[in-house]
Structure formats: structure tokens, C-alpha cells
Nanobody, 127 residues
Framework: QVQLVESGGGLVQAGGSLRLSCAAS????????IGWFRQAPGKERESVAA????????YYADSVKGRVTISRDNGKNTVYLQMNSLKPEDTAVYYC????????????????????WGQGTQVTVSS
């Protein structure tokens, strides 16, 4: 089992950058695939990015492709989401999720593919 804690959210102007962190407990963090999701007010939660447990493969939603980079540091039990050129439509609560059922380079994208979730961190982008 793993516990996840997100951090790094905040208020930023459009065009700015933020780096979100997802810190995990547990000694087997390296075998978990990690996904980032977000939920804006009045909208459904959507996938933003994901990374395989191997770290070799990543996924990005079309809405953030080219502006967002997901990476992992297994030595620190942490996954990062670097977000650049932020837009007001990026405003949402950002969640990280983990699951250890997917091996190698497989990148789970759907919410139902993740069993462990953090509490979320708020990102607000002002225009």
C-alpha cells in the first residue's frame, strides 16, 4: 500500500509556471505507475499526465501537451509535474494517483486504473 501527498500548488499568473510534487510513502514506490489528474469546478476529473513504473514511457493529455512534463525520482519517492505557460483553464485541484498492477512501460491513463489517491493541491491561474 502507498500513501500520496501532493504539494506545490498555488496562485500564479497566466504564462507562469508551477512544479507539483507527489510524495509517496512505502519502500516499493518504484513499481508504481503514477498519474496526475485534475478537477475544475463544475467539471469531471480528467487525466493530465502519467508515467510508467519504469519511467520510460509517459502520457500527456492534448490540453497540456508541450506545456507539462512528468518525471519521477524513485530515490526520493516523488513524482513531479512541471507546468509551464499556465492558462486560466488550467485552474483546478490536481491529484496524483498510484497503482502497482502495471509492469514495465505500460502507462495507465484512466481513473479506474488507479487504486491509491492523494488529497489534491489547488492550482489557480489568474488572467
Amino acid at each position: 500500500q502507498v500513501q500520496l501527498v501532493e504539494s506545490g500548488g498555488g496562485l500564479v499568473q497566466a504564462g507562469g509556471s508551477l512544479r507539483l510534487s507527489c510524495a509517496a510513502s512505502g519502500r516499493t514506490f518504484s513499481i508504481y505507475a503514477i498519474g496526475w489528474f485534475r478537477q475544475a469546478p463544475g467539471k469531471e476529473r480528467e487525466s493530465v499526465a502519467a508515467i510508467s513504473w519504469s519511467g520510460a514511457r509517459t502520457y500527456y493529455a492534448d490540453s497540456v501537451k508541450g506545456r507539462v512534463t512528468i518525471s519521477r525520482d524513485n530515490g526520493k519517492n516523488t513524482v513531479y509535474l512541471q507546468m509551464n505557460s499556465l492558462k486560466p483553464e488550467d485552474t483546478a485541484v490536481y491529484y496524483c494517483a498510484a497503482d502497482n498492477r502495471y509492469y514495465g512501460d505500460y502507462v495507465p491513463i484512466g481513473q479506474s486504473q488507479y487504486n491509491y489517491w492523494g488529497q489534491g493541491t489547488q492550482v489557480t491561474v489568474s488572467s
